[in-house]
């Protein structure tokens, strides 16, 4: 599966589409493989505030549990319910199983671009 | 590829959950070659075999095996193992890949110690082993042998040729399907287990990984050392009372054994299910009525049943089955009730 260029990568695995000052959080088709088989999905309440970096929640496959860093700095404004309902759509299509919307208010470093992610996961 | 008892093992092949329901639906291939072998030979072997194991071994016929426990003095676990008896005077015991050397060390001292003509070897690099599981396993793999695998009932084991290497094949596994386990010389394990995986093509057979193995195993609850217990639980606390031969003469900590069974053990493993969305995982806490009660040994999410479930050690007056309790999942409790094991049987 290629990296889709509409989106930015952290060297923890999640992507993050940025829309104007709204940002979705997911993570990536490396980071599914790696996990398998998704089963629980463990998000916070809207209106949490995150720091870049900052837990926001756990993934858990039948092998391992994995825990969620934040991409940006910014405000929680929704959550995927249906995602956590349906997990296993995270393995069917990790790049639109968005788990998160953020309000952005900063934070943006270090993000990766879909090349240097593709590297990144050689 | 993971580490394990310094094997490099395979996790997964094609995906452990699709592996899973292979081996429940048709047919699962795996190297199991890290067990370690163990054998015990001479005039007294059986005397060896009986001090040194828990269950009877003298209830065995050539050709046939039981499920046992290398037990402390405290009737604990040294390790669980699987009795072979080679012949009157020979038999192997098969172990975990990460006890190897500790229980080589542990039998040669105590065979030793029950004196007599026995001694023991540790022959774990003379085979590899091969285990196909899964309801096609009798029909694939008797396409590759003269052996009449009908033949050979559950918990026995014949001798003979699989794809035109000689073996000792066994009908065991640790998955709850039936199926063999091959045991093989290494330089030719390669032949064995690709005529097996192209004999079993047409009939859906996979490689299988460890990440099935144990979801598999613990579907069928059977124990994992390491998880579920060590030496720091009894044969009576792991719930293992049927492979303790109760009416034969002592062995090593079978007067703990006996007093646990008489009196009771303070704790008991369980199987439970979780009540909530969540996995108890090895290693968590458990709580009754607020206060900290035993500990997860083993838990996951079956591909196969699709549920959360586990084993645990509880108080041994809190393990009727329906009996709620709480997991501290990474700080937050969720809870599970005791469930009656296996979580899963095989129809006959």
């Known amino acids: 599966m290629s990296y889709p260029s509409d989106l930015k990568y952290t060297k923890d695995h999640e992507w993050v589409k940025i829309d104007g ?29 995150l720091k870049q970096g900052e837990v926001f929640g756990t993934i858990e496959s039948v092998k391992a ?24 759509e995270v393995n069917k299509d990790p790049h639109s199983s968005w788990m998160i919307a953020v309000k952005v208010t900063g934070g943006q470093d270090g993000l990766l671009d879909a090349g240097a992610y593709t590297e990144l996961t050689k | 590829m993971v580490e394990f008892g310094g094997w490099d093992m395979p996790v997964e092949y094609q995906g452990l959950g699709d592996e899973h329901l292979a081996v429940r639906t048709r047919g699962g291939l795996f190297d199991v070659s890290h067990m370690g072998e163990i054998e015990i030979a001479g005039a007294d072997a059986l005397r060896a075999v ?32 699987l009795t072979y008896r080679l012949a009157g005077d020979h038999f192997m015991l098969v172990v975990n890949a990460s006890n190897i050397v500790k229980d080589f060390h542990w039998i040669a001292q105590h065979v030793k110690e029950a004196g007599g003509d026995a001694v023991a070897v540790n022959t774990s ?3 590899a082993l091969i285990a196909l599981q899964g309801p096609v396993a009798q029909g694939v793999l008797q396409t590759l042998t003269g052996v009449d695998l009908s033949a050979i009932k559950y918990y026995w084991f014949a001798t003979g040729e699989v794809a035109g290497v000689r073996v000792t094949i066994s009908r065991t596994g640790y998955t709850g399907e039936d199926g063999f386990e091959v045991f093989a010389p290494p330089n030719s394990a390669e032949r064995v287990w690709d005529a097996i995986l192209h004999a079993g093509k047409s009939a859906g057979v996979v490689p299988a990984g460890l990440g099935a193995r144990d979801t598999l195993r613990l579907e069928a609850a059977m124990r994992l050392y390491g998880n579920d217990m060590d030496e720091t639980t009894t ?13 034969k003469e002592s062995f090593i900590g079978s007067d703990v054994l006996k007093h646990q069974k008489a009196a009771g053990a303070p704790r008991k493993l369980v199987g439970f299910e979780m009540l909530e969305r969540a996995i108890g995982r090895h290693g ?6 607020g ?7 083993s838990g996951t999410q079956t591909p196969f049943l699709k549920k959360a479930i586990g084993m645990a050690y509880l108080p041994a007056d809190r393990t009727a089955p329906g009996t709620e309790f709480e997991i ?3 700080g937050r409790r969720v809870k599970a009730a005791v469930v009656p094991m296996p979580f899963y049987k095989r129809a006959k």
């Open chain 2, 235 to 247: 044969v009576v606390e792991a719930d293992l009372n049927w492979i303790v031969g109760w009416k």
């Open chain 2, 125 to 127: 690099s003379r085979y």
């Open chain 2, 284 to 289: 968590y806490d458990v709580y009754l009525d």
């Open chain 1, 65 to 88: 549990v994995s825990e969620l860093y934040s991409p940006v700095d910014g405000e929680v404004t929704e959550v995927h319910a249906a995602l956590v309902q349906h997990p296993e």
């Open chain 1, 21 to 49: 000052g709204t940002a979705k959080v997911g993570i990536t088709d490396y980071a599914q493989k790696q996990l398998g088989d998704v089963v629980y999905l463990e998000l916070p309440e809207v209106g949490r505030t």
């Open chain 2, 50 to 81: 009986q001090h040194i194991t828990s269950n009877d071994a003298s209830r065995l016929a050539d050709g046939q095996i039981q499920y046992s426990a290398l037990t402390t003095p405290q009737g604990t676990f040294v390790d669980d193992v």
């Open chain 2, 328 to 330: 501290d999942i990474r």
């Open chain 2, 291 to 297: 206060q900290k009660a035993g500990v997860v040994t």
